[in-house]
């Protein structure tokens, strides 16, 4: 390719479908979309940060776009810092669980429990909201198709889930069974 093909103008849908990607992105306002890179499989763009640094975004077959390679929770504290222990990032994360409590997000009569674990190959921050009765978390015997939390259980454990997340950071490209993630672990319920 000579240097002009990667001139070309961004076209209109994949323009858009990037700005609402970085509406929703914490600090997205100060990202700007550059120019296209040419790759073979996916149709990417080259975004520019205020700061200079810059990254790739790709446009998804579904008309959406999302960043490719590593994404950082919003409290993760990014690539350069130094390694975080297991036991901080499970304190980090209990303490925001805590103040989702007060803020109303988790309901104050749930049971939050953090556990951290290190292991050969990885390490683990387990989170488990307990202190329910069985009706109160699940639906008994519901419609094929239909979700098994009640909604206040659902809304807990999203909140619980937005909460790991941000500590966390995903390199991970499933299509080609590549996972990088700084630790494992998903929010449950236990009852």
Known sequence: MTDTDTRRPVPLAAFRAIRAMLVETPGGEDWRVERPVPTR??????????????????????????FYGARYGARHPGPDAAYRKTADIAKAIRADLREAQ??????????????????????SVDVTLSGWDTDR?????????QP??????????????????????????VSSDYFDVDFYGVPSWRF
């Open 137 to 145: 978390v699940r639906v008994l015997d519901p419609a094929p198709g």
């Open 41 to 66: 499989t996916r149709e990417t763009y080259l975004l520019r940060h205020a700061s200079g640094r810059s990254r790739a975004a790709v446009l998804m077959a579904d008309g959406t776009a999302g």
């Open 148 to 173: 098994w939390l009640t909604p206040q259980a659902a809304a807990a454990l999203d909140a619980a889930k937005a909460v790991h997340a941000a500590h966390n950071y995903d390199n991970s490209d």
């Open 102 to 123: 007060r803020d109303g997000r988790i309901p104050a009569d749930v049971t939050i429990s953090v556990r951290s674990r290190d292991y050969a190959g990885g390490r």
